[in-house]
């Protein structure tokens, strides 16, 4: 199995702030057919279910504010909020769509400071 | 727009089979471009892909529980749903329905949406 693991566990930003956080994959998941990386990021606030934000590494889902970006390759990954918003307080997750089973980081929880 | 809703009992006692419902509205559970899968999401396992079925009825399951776990799909009732055999306490779980995009060329991918949610809870 691939193995995600997000870092920090818990991060606290103030209002306005960049907040960054990491995920990194126990193999590479890109794929030299399309040279894409098979990595989606969720955000999940209290009592609903994760939503997608971005797939392929660093597509934005239609209707996702533009303060939300991802990047990297191979087997290290980022999750960028530009200026931190209150609504923007929620746990992340990475998840690797490389190979089965498909697999999810342990999450982040996203805090203001 | 697509939306998904999970049903089914929230409590089932130790060694029964939990069996759940997931009801497809404003799409077609016959589409070519996604998979329907089940996922579920504890605290201790944070969150788990269980496995995927095509409207067809192919279906890939989790190595972890495949030994334990059936999905099937209804097109004529647009549902699809989950039978894990054998519960103990660690099948406690929010168990949620998706939908997995499905790229010809790349197989499996992301999902999107997710229904709200059950809470499933294995206990006599």
């Known amino acids: 199995d691939i193995v995600m693991t997000q870092s920090p566990d818990s991060l606290a930003v103030s209002l306005g702030e960049r907040a960054t956080i990491n995920c990194k994959s126990s193999?590479?998941?890109?794929?030299?057919?399309?040279?894409?990386?098979?990595l989606a990021w969720y955000q999940q606030k209290p009592g609903l279910p994760p939503q997608l934000l971005i797939y392929?590494?660093?597509i934005r889902e239609s209707g996702v504010p533009d303060r939300f970006s991802g990047s990297g390759s191979g087997t290290d990954f980022t999750l960028t909020i530009s200026s931190l918003q209150a609504e923007d307080v929620a746990v992340y997750y990475c998840?690797?769509?490389?190979?089965?089973?498909?697999?999810f980081g342990q999450g982040t929880k996203l805090e203001i400071k | 727009q697509l939306q998904l809703q999970e049903s089914g009992p929230g409590l089932v006692k130790p060694s029964e089979t939990l069996s759940l419902t997931c009801t497809v509205s404003?799409?077609?559970?016959?589409?070519?471009?996604?998979?329907w899968a089940w996922i579920r999401q504890s605290p201790g396992k944070g969150l788990e892909w269980i496995g995927s079925?095509?409207?067809?009825?192919?279906?890939i399951y989790n190595p972890s529980l495949q030994s334990r776990v059936t999905i099937s799909v209804d097109t004529s009732k647009k549902e699809f749903s989950l039978q894990l055999t054998s519960a103990t306490a660690a099948d406690t779980a929010v168990y949620y329905c998706?939908?997995?995009?499905?790229?010809?060329?790349?197989?499996?991918?992301?999902?999107?949406?997710w229904g709200q949610g059950t809470l499933v809870t294995v206990s006599s």
């Open positions: 392929w590494a660093s």
């Open positions: 079925i095509f409207f067809t009825g192919s279906t």
């Open positions: 404003g799409a077609s559970i016959t589409s070519s471009n996604y998979y």
């Open positions: 193999h590479g998941i890109l794929y030299t057919s399309n040279n894409k990386n098979c």
């Open positions: 998706a939908t997995q995009y499905y790229d010809f060329l790349t197989g499996l991918k992301w999902f999107d949406p």
């Open positions: 998840q690797q769509c490389y190979s089965t089973p498909y697999t």
